[in-house]
């Protein structure tokens, strides 16, 4: 139940002058570490965790919740000025956010990113703040069917988010899910398609499979042409805020819907941001007036993603909280700071604890608050690369992607494999293949392939059991009917013609 004495106990921790300083300089690592392509924000929760051990259980948590909400955030300024998505989650609408960009309408478009994962952050913290034990009893009960539905939603979403023919959508994404094959067998342990490799026991990396097939191919693309298109994103102002109120209120109701999927698939344990970026920008292209704008320069499209991914971040909380279940890696490292604080996350929490708890909630809004100010610097300094002249700018292109790719795992097979990615994605573009379904293939193939497998193990082959619980089959039944809402439609269009 919600507290007004504990909410003003949570309060007072928060405001110690130590724990503000702690909150601030956070958020300045954080935004660095986003707009780092190939620094993520769980290798930076990772990297901040050692200092932590000096820390009260207050500003230890809040660190690393104030550095992942603006990680997050500042994603998305490679991702428009560079073609490179700084965090995973910003893959899903970096298309748009580049098209846009080059159209001169840069600042435009981080202004929406910015005043938007400060929406989709806060409602979030509301949630978590009124709703978490309801919520996560919820989630409790996804087991592997309900988890091999949502993968394949998404992945369903592939054909939507492909812009153009639908067969290449298809095409492209079965390309990404044969590339997940590579690696061992998840049920007998058995290399698959590694020819020997060693460093393909594990399969490929997705960061480095990102970078090469957003950036590097984004740097063959400049070059192959005659007149480097860089020259045309010049165009910037300062003023980001401009005209945001007027966009936000047209595309209020694909906000919402956004925050509402971002949240309850952040509380999903194993969902996280990057997937809830990728299934709201599906639903929105779905539900759009204007589809064909998605992946050519949608203001729609940017706005589904950047809430959904925000709102994700505070959701994955709930589970972590109320039962000691990781939401995804962020919430994972952060139970583990929890207990090396003495903190066992679950009902005790709640009752012997209730003032550190709420001072978490009270840290969520506080850094998403922060976001807006901190969030505008970060812009005006990212722009600054915009003033380098093309010709300098692909070869610094080109050495953040080798870095970033490196930084995953310290090893110079990632270079190479993201080298062959760029190759390959700059190959598919010039074939009008769309590279998004790809990225979604190798984003949720790991997924689908463990839950198929452990549900049929369990269910001993019966395929039918993918609709025996009512959440599993609510779930099977909307892929169903979206995978037929193009036949559906188009039967009701002939219907009403002939009426």
Known sequence: ??????????????????????????????????????????????????????????????????????????????????????????????????????????????????????????????????????????????????????????????????????????????IGLLLTCVGSDITLGFPRFTFGNLSLLEGFSFIPAMIGMFGLAEVLSNVSKKEMHNTEIIKFTTDVFKGIGTLVRKVKFQILRSQLIGTVIGILPGAGGDIAAWICYGVGKRFSKNP????????????????????????????????????DSLTAIIIGVLFMKGLEPGPSLFTEHGDFLYAIYVVFILANILLLPLGYIAIRLATKIMKVPPKLLNPIILGFCMVGAYAINNDNF??????????????????????????????????????FMQSMIKSEWDPLSFFSRPISATLGLITVLLWFSPFIVKAVKKARAKV
Not at 21 to 46: D, E, K, N, R
Not at 300 to 315: C, D, K, L, Q
Not at 417 to 422: N, V
Not at 442 to 448: K, P, W
Request: with cysteine.
């Open 292 to 327: 064909d704008e998605y992946g050519q320069g949608s203001v729609e499209a940017i706005a589904n993603s950047t809430t959904a991914n925000n709102a994700a971040i505070s959701g994955a909380f709930i589970p972590a909280l109320v039962f000691g279940i990781p939401g």
């Open 1 to 174: 139940m919600f507290s007004f004495d504990l909410l003003t106990q949570g309060i007072a921790l928060v405001m110690d002058p130590y724990v503000l300083l702690v909150v601030i300089c956070s958020g300045l690592y954080g935004l660095f570490i986003g707009a780092m392509p190939g620094l993520t924000a769980t290798m930076a929760v990772a990297l901040l965790v050692p200092i932590t051990f000096y820390m009260e259980p207050v500003p230890a948590v809040a660190s690393i919740i104030t550095m992942s909400a603006m990680a997050i955030f500042s994603g998305d300024l490679p991702g428009t000025l560079l073609h490179i998505p700084g965090t995973p989650s910003s893959a899903a609408y970096c298309n748009d956010s580049f098209a846009l960009a080059k159209q001169g309408k840069a600042s435009m478009v981080l202004g929406v990113d910015l005043v938007l994962s400060c929406l989709g952050g806060l409602f979030g913290s509301l949630v978590l703040l009124c709703a978490a034990p309801a919520l996560a009893e919820v989630a409790l009960q996804f087991s592997s069917y309900e988890f091999f539905w949502l993968a394949v939603l998404g992945l369903s979403c592939a054909v939507l988010i492909s812009g153009g023919s639908p067969l290449r959508g298809v095409i492209s994404l079965m």
């Open 414 to 451: 990632d270079i190479t494999c993201m080298l062959w990615f760029g190759i390959a994605a700059y190959i598919m573009i010039s074939n009008s293949i769309p590279v998004a379904p790809a990225i979604l293939g190798l984003v949720l193939g790991h997924m689908l392939e463990n839950t």
